[in-house]
């Protein structure tokens, strides 16, 4: 069965980084669509980036644009999320989800907070 799995959550002090990690199984992870997303409570999951299947395209929240980098490898079947200058308000959970042609899967989530 598809599996999403992420890692590196924590917690990280303002103006510090983290790197996500998503680790995909069971699907051809070369063909889908990455995204991060991520939710606070009493909030709506949003979308804060997300990258094409050959990783030639990438989109980003516009609060997170120039701080957080999304990237791939196919080879590895993961996606990454770096993300820098951690600010307070990205605390949140954090899922992975791939998608195409409407079937979507989704991780588990891994919490971030920033705190000082």
């Known amino acids: 069965q598809v599996q999403l799995v992420e890692s590196g959550g924590g917690l990280v002090q303002p103006g510090g980084s983290l790197r996500l990690s998503c680790a995909a199984s069971?699907?051809?992870?070369?063909?889908?669509?990455m995204s991060w997303y991520r939710q606070v409570p009493g909030k709506e999951r949003e979308s804060v980036a997300r990258?094409?299947?050959?990783?030639?395209?990438?989109t980003y929240l516009a609060s997170v644009k120039g701080r957080f980098i999304i990237s791939r490898d196919n080879a590895k079947n993961t996606v990454y999320l770096q993300m820098n200058s951690l600010k307070f308000e990205d605390t949140a959970v954090y899922y992975c989800?791939?998608?195409?042609?409407?079937?979507?899967?989704w991780g588990q989530g891994t919490q971030v907070t920033v705190s000082s």
């Open positions: 989800k791939a998608s195409i042609a409407g079937v979507t899967y």
């Open positions: 990258i094409s299947s050959a990783g030639d395209t990438t």
């Open positions: 069971g699907l051809t992870f070369s063909m889908y669509l």
